[in-house]
């Protein structure tokens, strides 16, 4: 997530390779952790980047809000 804001905050565009492959990095990355509580608390942030930056692939967005909602749903019953 860093690298993704940092090459936003750098000018890179939102369609730059690099900045795709961050926020693609970040995606993956997001997706492998298992702590409920620091994905929840991560996700908001790639939802953020992922509607500036929606990637190659169709529903990425639509992903990170899925797994937010499941993650919170989790919390609660937790």
């Given at each position: 997530?860093?690298?993704?804001?940092?090459?936003?905050?750098?000018?890179?565009?939102?369609?730059?390779?690099?900045?795709?492959?961050?926020?693609?990095?970040?995606h993956?990355?997001?997706?492998?952790?298992?702590?409920?509580?620091?994905?929840r608390?991560?996700?908001?942030e790639?939802?953020?980047?992922?509607?500036?930056v929606?990637?190659?692939?169709?529903?990425?967005?639509?992903?990170?809000?899925?797994?937010?909602?499941?993650?919170?749903?989790?919390?609660?019953?937790?």
């Amino acid at each position: 997530l860093a690298v993704a804001r940092a090459r936003l905050g750098a000018g890179q565009p939102a369609d730059g390779p690099g900045v795709e492959a961050a926020v693609d990095r970040a995606h993956h990355q997001w997706g492998r952790i298992d702590d409920v509580h620091r994905a929840r608390e991560l996700g908001p942030e790639l939802a953020a980047l992922r509607t500036v930056v929606p990637g190659r692939r169709e529903g990425a967005l639509e992903h990170v809000r899925r797994r937010l909602a499941r993650l919170q749903e989790v919390q609660k019953q937790g």
